[in-house]
T-cell receptor
Framework: LAKTTQPISMDSYEGQEVNITCSHN???????ITWYQQFPSQGPRFIIQ???TKVTNEVASLFIPADRKSSTLSLPRVSLSDTAVYYC???????????????FGQGTTLQVKP | ETGVTQTPRHLVMGMTNKKSLKCEQH?????MYWYKQSAKKPLELMFV???????ENNSVPSRFSPECPNSSHLFLHLHTLQPEDSALYLC????????????FGPGTRLTVL
């Protein structure tokens, strides 16, 4: 699985848009980019997944440039409840020979202030 | 939390005790996972089960013994643990093994005295 690099921490204020960028220079052709959110003492929660260009759901948007060597998770108008750790993962999601080994890095701790 | 449930939510045990963690998924998934999350460390994958068959053992000490009696249930049997085994133990499931969208339970906070 490709290694990812993301900032250790970020601060924001309520109502702002937050963009968290993840670098994955060694991403493979079959790899997808997945983001998870984790609150303290809880399990991670899947947020969004994408392969290229832009993906949007009710929670976030994911921007992936043409070279796919990085990706940006965008959280619109954050609230205090968005304070959490955000993980960027890269891997082939199609199963078959893959044993499902998600590799979580340190993640980005987002602190939303009032 | 009707997707993946874990019991107990908190557990304190001595080093000579034997205890078990239970995980149940109500999503009809075929793959289940155990992860360990120690303080200020990334999540570490411990075991992967696919259709009740263990397909990954990530160099976990034998004092941790998983069991998957059916595709909905996963256990982690604990015996003679060490204080450094204190951590949050998370169970997850996915539609099939290898799928990046894994659904996690709330975890069991384990303290070994």
């Amino acid at each position: 699985l490709a290694k990812t690099t993301q900032p250790i921490s970020m601060d924001s204020y309520e109502g702002q848009e937050v963009n968290i960028t993840c670098s994955h220079n060694n991403i493979a052709t079959n790899d997808y980019i997945t983001w998870y959110q984790q609150f303290p003492s809880q399990g991670p929660r899947f947020i969004i997944q994408g392969y290229k260009t832009k993906v949007t759901n009710e929670v976030a948007s994911l921007f992936i440039p043409a070279d796919r060597k990085s990706s940006t998770l965008s959280l619109p108008r954050v609230s205090l409840s968005d304070t959490a750790v955000y993980y960027c993962l890269v891997g082939d999601h199609r199963g078959s020979g893959n044993t499902g080994k998600l590799i979580f890095g340190q993640g980005t701790t987002l602190q939303v202030k009032p | 939390e009707t997707g993946v449930t874990q019991t107990p939510r908190h557990l304190v045990m001595g080093m000579t005790n034997k205890k078990s963690l239970k995980c149940e998924q109500h999503l009809g998934h075929n793959a289940m996972y155990w992860y360990k999350q120690s303080a200020k460390k990334p999540l570490e994958l411990m075991f992967v089960y696919s259709l009740e068959e263990r397909v990954e053992n990530n160099s976990v000490p034998s004092r941790f013994s998983p069991e998957c009696p059916n595709s909905s249930h996963l256990f982690l049997h604990l015996h003679t643990l060490q204080p450094e085994d204190s951590a949050l133990y998370l169970c997850a499931s996915s539609q099939v093994k290898g799928y990046n969208e894994q659904f996690f339970g709330p975890g069991t906070r384990l303290t070994v005295l």
